[in-house]
């Protein structure tokens, strides 16, 4: 099981990126997934998960990202997306994608997660 995120780099506040986390190794479907960052100095936190095929398909988004990021997932290539808008500096981080195996509704728990990508840095600054 491989996850692996890109997509990551400086911005301007206002701007966007997007993410993805490519998937190999397993089906994604098959598991609930999330996006989750570590910002300097703070404990890793969960930004939006989504469930597995057996879910009703519902996002789960924290409160600091609701209305500006958007959780996608494409199945034929086994690969999810986060569009990030109307970027902050305190959204500055560490991006991780995850897969959690028990569901099939997401968690949005660091502590849930059973496979983890490498990380891809955001930076949001002027």
């Known amino acids: 099981v491989q996850l692996q995120a890109s997509g990551g780099g400086l911005v301007q506040p206002g701007g966007s990126l997007r993410l993805s986390c490519a998937a190999s190794?397993?089906?994604?479907?098959?598991?609930?997934m999330g996006w989750f960052r570590q910002a300097p100095g703070k404990e890793r936190e969960g930004v939006s998960c989504?469930?597995?095929?057996?879910?009703?398909?519902?996002?789960w988004y924290a409160d600091s990202v609701k209305g500006r990021f958007t959780f996608s997932r494409d199945n034929a290539k086994n690969t999810l997306y986060l569009q990030m808008n109307s970027l902050k500096p305190e959204d500055t981080a560490v991006y991780y994608c995850?897969?959690?195996?028990?569901?099939?509704?997401?968690?949005?728990?660091?502590?849930?997660?059973?496979?983890w990508g490498k990380g891809t840095l955001v930076t949001v600054s002027s």
């Open positions: 995850a897969a959690e195996a028990a569901g099939p509704y997401c968690s949005g728990s660091t502590y849930l997660q059973d496979y």
């Open positions: 190794g397993f089906t994604l479907d098959d598991y609930a």
């Open positions: 989504i469930g597995s095929s057996g879910s009703d398909g519902s996002t």
